[in-house]
């Protein structure tokens, strides 16, 4: 017989919170270990309760989501965070996506979609609603449109300096897995296929001077 699936609710609204609760309390194979009210407190939480998934809001007073899970991401933590939000903006997805979610899915998702992807997520599959999904496979395209994040900046800095993956994830305080997100979505923009291209390419841009 397989356990729960553990799972810690992070939303602003308790209202939201208390649906969440009673939705999957009253599902077989999950269990509620607690709940948070912004980003601070569930990184908290967390670390206290160590569950399989968290459900995790980005906008919140006191705390946003991306940060917390950017700070999950760098402490370790076993948890696979997925995002449950009504934003699917550019500006909410992709960081969220790069800080380390598993997942991001809209609250109008209906309840067995839930289920299914938080079963996913605590697996570490990947779960994007259509819309996200969608706006992620536009970002990775058009090559040379677009220009390179911070982050993406940082990273290409050091593999210009023949820097590992793991090397650079100790750097950056964030996961391999993240790293090679930067380095897929770097590619993308630069239009190569590999480090030595995008090094060489970024230098003929002026990106690296």
């Known amino acids: 017989m397989t356990?729960?699936?553990?799972?810690l609710i992070v939303d602003d609204h308790p209202?939201?919170?208390?649906?969440?609760?009673?939705?999957?309390?009253?599902?077989a194979g999950f269990t509620v270990l607690g709940e948070a009210s912004d980003g601070v407190e569930a990184v908290e939480r967390a670390t206290a309760l160590d569950p399989d998934v968290i459900l995790m809001d980005l906008r919140m007073p006191g705390g946003g989501g991306v940060d917390a899970?950017?700070?999950?991401?760098?402490?370790r933590a076993r948890a696979k965070v997925l995002v449950l939000t009504t934003?699917?903006?550019d500006s909410d997805t992709l960081p969220a996506i790069e800080a380390g979610a598993t997942g991001y899915l809209l609250k109008d998702a209906p309840r067995d979609e839930l289920f299914t992807a938080v079963r996913a997520a605590a697996e570490g599959r990947t779960v994007l609603s259509p819309a996200v999904a969608s706006r992620l496979v536009c970002a990775v395209r058009a090559p040379g449109?677009?220009?390179?994040?911070?982050?993406e900046r940082e990273v290409?800095?050091?593999?210009?300096?023949g820097t590992s993956n793991r090397e650079i994830a100790r750097e950056l305080f964030i996961s391999e897995?993240?790293?090679k997100t930067h380095l897929t979505h770097l590619y993308a923009k630069l239009g190569v296929k590999d480090r030595a291209a995008a090094v060489a390419t970024a230098y003929e841009r002026g990106i690296l001077g």
Request: hydrophobic content about 45%; aromatic content about 4%.
């Open 15 to 27: 209202v939201v919170r208390d649906g969440l609760r009673g939705m999957f309390e009253s599902a």
């Open 177 to 179: 897995a993240t790293v």
């Open 145 to 151: 449109n677009e220009p390179l994040s911070a982050r």
């Open 3 to 7: 356990s729960d699936i553990s799972v």
């Open 87 to 89: 934003y699917d903006t």
């Open 156 to 161: 290409l800095a050091l593999v210009a300096k």
């Open 69 to 75: 899970i950017r700070e999950l991401t760098r402490a």
